[in-house]
């Protein structure tokens, strides 16, 4: 089948031009499908993970028919204006716009919590053609009157279903009523449990659908495995893992915030360059570790659920579940960080006896058993053993157990 490419997509000229500069050679298989019925003005359920270029599958059509009509702006008025449920994908969206719509000389403003609203307030007093948002600081300048939605020409629904697991609805439902009615909506989400379904059903009308990846499923070329450990055992059990150079890009996924901080502290003190990135860090603080992350400054990233959404990091080679999470739809979406624009990923996790259920869950949903890896220094006993040879062991482990931990095992046994 021939490719297609931008130009048969009918993007214009200053859309493909900013394209080229980026380097994007052809649509993804989302900017495929999504990109024709967006620029004819069609709703659209969008069922994708971030990784999929599913920013640039609305951004552009959306860009492109902002272009064609350009009203002059309405002071605190949107024209666009998409929602995320965390301001690190609300950067991430805005930059995406920014770049895309370079030779637009469209106005962008983004507003998110956590930091001052004056600059915020500003950004949008003379109108904009774009607003990202998240919803409580959007909420809050709309009720101050510094925002209106009342010409809004177009709304984006992004991480839907983050937005409902972080209890954004009522939020939403606000923001909802200050739209117009008639007006193109566009909803994404990873996974579509029925919530969505139904918030979908409620805000669009005969939508187009696409869907990228099946529902709540790992993309197959991420090598998962699950390894059997005593809580105790989990940091040092992390300290192996980590000896293995092939995991040069390293996101460790902990279950609390205090977690967090504690596996990076000890990873610091096995000279791992580790930070942690969870909500109780400021702004600033969250942002300067995404950036060193992304430049390779530090090699891993121990995050939370929450303070991972959105997170857009290219190259991450594994992603460890140091806890498993109590949400199973969790673990799709942390292992989806990795494996990325076709490279191979590793998806490796942590499981004591108390997280099985949480493992027998994500099996359930992903429809999938997680293969067993027992060839490690720490394995917890009394575990049934894997069938030989499902999964290829650690790059590199001891084989010789220390005294300390190979008692303990024998012990439990
Ligand atoms: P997203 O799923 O929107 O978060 O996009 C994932 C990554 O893919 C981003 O870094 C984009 O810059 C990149 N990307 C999006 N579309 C394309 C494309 N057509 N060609 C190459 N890279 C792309």
Redesign the pocket.
Known sequence: MPEITFEDLRLIEPLQKALTG???????PI?AQAIPPLLEGRDLLGCAQ???????AFALPLLQRLYAQRPPLAPRAARVLVLTPTRELAH?VAD?FRSYGRHLGLRLAVVYGGVGQTPQVRACARGVDVLVATPGRLLDLMNQGCVRLDRLAALVLDEADRMLDMGFLPDIRRVLAAVPAQRQTLLFSATMPQGIARLADSLLTNPAKVKVTPEATPVERIAQKVLFVAQGDKRALLGEVLKDDSARRVLVFTRTKHGANRVAKQLAQMQVRADAIHGDKSQNARQAALENFRSGGTRVLVATDLAARGI?V?GVTHVINYDLPMDPESYVHRIGRTGR?GAAGVAISFCDSTERTCLRAIERLIRQSVPVDQDHPYPQAGVPQPAPARVAPLARHRTSRPARHGRRSRAAA
């Open positions: 980026l380097g994007y050679a052809t649509p993804t900017q971030t990784g999929t270029g599913k920013t640039a991430q995406s857009d290219e624009a």
